[in-house]
Structure formats: C-alpha cells, structure tokens
C-alpha cells in the first residue's frame, strides 16, 4: 500500500484481556518496527523484523508481549492478559532493509486498559 | 542503552518567531534524524543527517550534524501555525534500532 497501515486505530479493553494490534507496512519494506508511545513521552523500541524473524526483540516489556510477521509483510503484536500500565500509542513503521533512509510510520493504535 | 537528550521540552512562540531545539547525547551516532509528530498521527520524517558538521536545510527547517557526532540542532524560520507538533530527534543505535528522544513540544500563538 501506500503507507503503513495500522488497525485498530482505537482499542479499549478490559484489564486481563488479550489484544491483537495489526500493522501492513508499505510493499516492498523488508524491515518493521513496533514501538510504544506512552501519553507525553517519546517513542519506546519495542522489536523489529527483517523479513519474518525478529533479530532484535529486547524491546518487549514483559513475556505477556509478542509479536509476529508473517509473508515478510503483515505484523501482529499480542499483548495477553493487559494490565492498564499497557496503555499507550503503539506505533508500527517499516522500512528499506537497512533502515538508513529513516522509517515510514502508521498513525498507530491508541489502546486504553480499563 | 544511548540516551538522546532534548532541549528544551516545551516552547511556546509567537507566530513568524525563529524557533531553535537540540539533541545531545553521550554516545557517538553516525545517522542524526528529526521528525514531527502531529496529534493522532505517526512521526512524519523532516530531516537526515549523515556527516559529522553536515548542514542540511528543508524549506523553512535548518538542522546540522554537530562535529562530535553527539549533538544535533533543528532550526525553523518564521514559524507559522501548522508548524505545532512534537519534534523527535533519532539514531541509530547498531545497525537497525532508531533510539528517539523525548522530544520538544511546540505551540504557537498566533
């Protein structure tokens, strides 16, 4: 597509449950990120993929994270059993393979735990 | 892990002001990037840096890779109301991970 392209835009959820959060990067971008961006605060390294494996994970706050690629495009990032400190903005972008032109963001997923 | 510092964390301005913001860091960075980050949306790159004292200028945005390879500044002349945001600076830390600061957050009167 022509960007990348996040849903939900808006998740509100129980505190306990499980979410989902979809990310489709731009075609062609063989690199993903995911960051999470809590209220006033800057953007916080979550994992990345090249391709379909993670080579950088360290990012994941708890094991109640993951995530996964599949067909070197669309990304899922699970967050099981969510606690209300997981509420934030999280942001998906892609790249080129080496990243060095700077990311592409979508507009993310604002997820609240209630 | 590198730290990118931000200064200053606010400003407020008055349209058609010059505005100046920087980024420190203790650690080397061989890529400086800014963004800006609109409410609702994803950070929108503005501006690259790839050389140590490189000065790179887009539209009314001015910004320069410092010669220690640890600071960088973002200038913008004549600030006008769409100008309001949330200014990121960013490296890389190895070969993939963009590391952000926390960011300057921009409001002009008009």
């Known amino acids: 597509g022509a960007g990348v392209s996040q849903s939900p835009s808006n998740k509100v959820t129980e505190k306990g449950k499980d979410v989902e959060l979809r990310c489709d990067p731009i075609s062609g971008h063989t690199a993903l990120y995911w960051y999470r961006q809590s209220l006033g605060q800057g953007l916080e390294f979550l994992i990345y993929f090249q391709g379909n494996s993670a080579p950088d994970k360290s990012g994941l706050p708890s094991d109640r994270f993951s995530a996964e690629r599949t067909g070197g495009s669309v990304s899922t990032l699970t967050i099981q059993r969510t606690q209300q400190e997981d509420s934030a903005v999280y942001l998906c972008?892609?790249?080129?393979?080496?990243?060095?032109?700077?990311?592409?963001f979508g507009s993310g997923t604002r997820l609240t735990v209630v | 892990g590198q730290q990118l510092n931000q200064s200053p964390q606010s400003m407020f301005i008055q349209e058609g002001e010059d505005v100046s913001m920087n980024c420190t860091s203790s650690?080397?960075?061989?890529?400086w990037l800014w963004y800006k980050q609109d409410p609702g949306e994803g950070p929108v790159l503005l501006i690259a840096l790839y050389k140590a004292g490189e000065l790179t200028s887009n539209g009314r945005l001015t910004a320069q890779f410092g010669i220690t390879r640890k600071d960088s500044f973002l200038n913008i002349s004549a600030s006008i109301p769409s100008d309001v945001g949330i200014y990121f600076c960013a490296g890389f830390q190895g070969a993939q991970k963009l590391v952000f600061g926390q960011g300057t957050r921009l409001t002009i009167n008009p």
């Open positions: 650690s080397i960075f061989n890529t």
């Open positions: 972008a892609s790249s080129l393979s080496n990243g060095n032109y700077g990311y592409t």
